[in-house]
């Protein structure tokens, strides 16, 4: 029986909340990151529960490997149009014994049926492929054997903590407010595609926002700069605290066209990279 050696320390240093300076960051459903995540972690669910079907046991794979290359795309004022499709690769490996199980076509499914649930554009712009080869004998054979206390085949350690802080906190509900159905009716325009900085310097808080706007609904420069006040404004009054909320800070205040301005086709920012 496998003995467990739990020790446990008090924290050496003072709470994040006493620190001075505190800063967060999360990206949105639409960041490239989270979509490369997101259909490698759909892959292998799908994958497990099929070998749980056909095998009764989840057998050896690892699905982590995913590969986002960006497209291309042309935005313009009220519509513009793509040029290259988004590729999202799948690689690494699976057991496949019995060749009825098709991996390739399991992995595919998943991830297209991720992107359908969470991301809003035309699937037609993606491009899904796998390279997934076979697993090593040593490593398939640790699964197929049946001992009481589970055996790992890698190394590995989690850290995790709790509560969130207050900052965190915020970050996350402005989160939860750019992907409400409220925010995405008032605000068609706004892509899922976004990133939140969360900054704090002792009771001071600011929050900096990168959020994609879909160029079919916006007429024109004024009205771009005019959505996306309206978008800052809504934020800070949903916020309830006071803070500094800063949106698309990269855009040219003088623009008088398409450049210039964080304007997309689709919402996401790996349409152009």
């Not at 991301?119 to 054979?141: H, P, Q, V, W």
């Not at 706004?190 to 916006?218: C, E, P, Q, W």
């Amino acid at each position: 029986m496998m003995v467990r050696k739990i020790v446990v320390n008090p924290m050496a240093r003072p709470w994040i909340e006493e620190e001075e300076v505190e800063m967060c960051e999360r990206k949105g459903i639409g960041h490239p990151d989270t979509i490369a995540d997101g259909v490698c972690e759909a892959a292998s669910r799908a994958l497990s529960l099929a070998y749980l079907r056909t095998y009764g046991a989840v057998l050896h794979h690892n699905l982590d490997k995913g590969l986002l290359v960006a497209g291309q795309s042309a935005p313009r004022f009220g519509g513009g149009h793509w040029i290259d499709p988004i590729k999202i690769f799948i690689c690494g490996r699976a057991t496949n014994s019995d060749p009825e199980l098709e991996i390739k076509k399991i992995v595919l499914d998943a991830a297209r049926g991720y992107l359908e649930e969470n991301i809003r554009c035309d699937l037609k712009y993606f491009e899904i492929m796998t390279e997934i080869k076979e697993g090593s004998a040593n490593l398939k054979e640790v699964f197929r054997r049946r001992e009481t206390t589970p055996l790992a085949n890698d190394t590995s350690f989690g850290c995790g903590y709790a509560p969130y802080s207050r900052l965190e906190q915020r970050v996350l509900s402005l989160s939860r407010l750019i992907e409400s159905p409220a925010f995405r009716a008032q605000f068609p325009a706004a892509g899922d595609d976004y990133k939140i900085m969360g900054h704090r310097v002792n009771g001071d808080l600011s929050f900096t926002i990168a959020l994609a706007l879909i160029d079919r609904y916006v007429e024109g420069v004024e009205r771009y700069f005019a959505i996306k006040k309206a978008i800052h404004d809504y934020l800070a009054d949903h916020l309830i605290v006071p803070a500094v909320i800063r949106v698309n800070t990269l855009d040219d205040p003088a623009a008088r066209d398409e450049r210039g301005i964080y304007l997309t086709v689709s919402g996401l920012s790996a349409e152009m990279g």
